[in-house]
């Protein structure tokens, strides 16, 4: 059974930083695309980081780049995104998602997690 785990979500002052982590169990992370997506509330859920399988690209939304980071530690299966300057509009619940065929820049994926909530508000 594949289960995809976020945690490291929480209420950050704007400025702050936070680092989420999706850990797997069932699968191993490294042969598989791992997206993050954020949902806030009356908005549709947008991509916000991906990093492929094979090579390890890494992709980022617009509005997050320069700021966030997704990583892997294969050791651990997981895969991180370290958030830096965060904002009130990053506000929203993250979640991961995981596919071993469907590239980054996409939504339909296999596998997803059951989200964390990331508030930034002073």
């Known amino acids: 059974q594949v289960q995809l785990v976020e945690s490291g979500g929480g209420l950050v002052q704007p400025g702050g930083s936070l680092r989420l982590s999706c850990a797997a169990s069932?699968?191993?992370?490294?042969?598989?695309?791992v997206g993050w997506f954020r949902q806030a509330p009356g908005k549709e859920r947008e991509g916000v980081s991906c990093?492929?399988?094979?090579?390890?690209?890494?992709y980022y939304a617009d509005s997050v780049k320069g700021r966030f980071t997704i990583s892997r530690d294969n050791a651990k299966n997981t895969v991180y995104l370290q958030m830096h300057s965060l904002k009130p509009e990053d506000t929203a619940v993250y979640y991961c998602?995981?596919?071993?065929?469907?590239?980054?820049?996409?939504?339909?994926?296999?596998?997803w997690g059951t989200g964390t909530q990331v508030t930034v508000s002073s």
């Open positions: 069932g699968i191993r992370l490294d042969w598989y695309v």
């Open positions: 998602a995981a596919d071993s065929h469907r590239p980054c820049g996409t939504q339909f994926y296999d596998h």
């Open positions: 990093i492929s399988s094979s090579t390890s690209n890494t």
